[in-house]
């Protein structure tokens, strides 16, 4: 039988003290400057500089970045609650959320399980029984984690790479919140002049656009929420008569609905105007819709 330490209150309250420090610098971070999302103007946590584009039905959280949740109605059966800590979907947060069948919340998976009362009860990736609760954990405090994941986080009770910028090294000096790993960059404001714009996902500075003043030749406008430059972001920016509507994408192009095409090419397909998509567009006695022409 392993034995368990007795001094995890301790080490547990010295985990959460930095947890919550590195919540709050994050936060710090993200709300510097905020374009109203609780993102700070260059964050790349939820998109490109500050923007919100997380994939899906993902939520963005100021403090976390994308994630499955933001609240529990988010949430749906049989993960109907969030886990505002890791912004995650789970059965229970706590035991008054399970059934007497299966009483205890394990924090690691956020699921209802029979209770442990002793170390063995537990499985070998979850070894230390929190007999108070019932509920085998991963670790309680940062002696009991090693590396490459020396830190206990206290919101899953199991080991990661970082709790606080100060758990990272010179080469990733950041700590990523909603995975708890180190990276090189949260916000563009963590990047040089090379390479001014923090990714998303890979938080990695790359080259992009901030603003028109870094794009210039057949594509002057900085697509901010992309960091790149294009030819378009407003119809307006589109000069060719022929190409006067600006696509989703920044280009310029001839449509984007058939309402756009005059009435001898009437249908918009792939964002040109043409006689038909279909045999159906075209005059009675045609024969076929070829490359957006009707011939026969």
């Not at 100021?62 to 499955?68: D, K």
């Not at 886990?83 to 690691?108: L, S």
């Not at 199991?158 to 916000?187: H, Q, R, Y």
Request: one cysteine or more; hydrophobic letters at 30%; charged letters at 10%.
């Amino acid at each position: 039988m392993r034995r368990t330490n007795g001094t995890r209150g301790e080490g547990r309250g010295a985990g959460l003290f930095g947890a919550a420090l590195a919540v709050m610098a994050v936060t710090a971070i993200a709300c510097s400057g905020s374009n109203g999302n609780g993102l700070g103007a260059g964050s790349a946590l939820c998109g490109f500089s500050g923007s919100t584009e997380c994939p899906g039905t993902e939520q963005c959280s100021p403090s976390l970045g994308c994630v499955a949740c933001v609240s529990s109605t988010n949430c749906a059966q049989p993960n109907p609650i969030c886990i505002t800590a890791t912004g995650a979907c789970g059965a229970c947060a706590t035991n008054a959320d399970c059934p007497m069948a299966k009483p205890a919340c394990w924090p690691g998976d956020a699921q209802c399980h029979s209770p442990c009362t002793t170390d063995s009860d537990c499985p070998n990736a979850l070894p230390i029984c929190q007999t108070a609760v019932g509920a085998c954990v991963g670790c309680t405090m940062d002696s009991q984690c090693s590396m490459p994941t020396p830190v206990c986080n206290p919101a899953t009770e199991a080991c990661v790479e970082c709790g606080a910028n100060a758990d990272c090294p010179m080469t990733a000096p950041l700590c990523e919140p909603a995975t708890s790993t180190c990276v090189a960059c949260l916000s563009n404001a963590d990047c040089g002049m090379a390479k001014p714009i923090c990714e998303p996902g890979r938080f990695v500075c790359v080259e992009g656009c901030t603003s028109d003043a870094q794009c210039s030749g057949s594509t002057p406008v900085c697509n901010v929420a992309k960091a790149g430059c294009v030819e378009c972001a407003l119809n307006t920016d589109c000069t060719s008569p022929s190409s006067s509507f600006c696509d989703p994408d920044g280009a310029c192009v001839a449509c984007l609905a058939d309402s756009d095409c005059p009435t001898a090419t009437p249908i918009c397909s792939k964002e040109a105007c043409v006689q038909c998509a279909t045999v159906a567009d075209c005059p009675s006695g045609a024969l076929f819709c070829l490359n957006g022409t009707c011939g026969g």
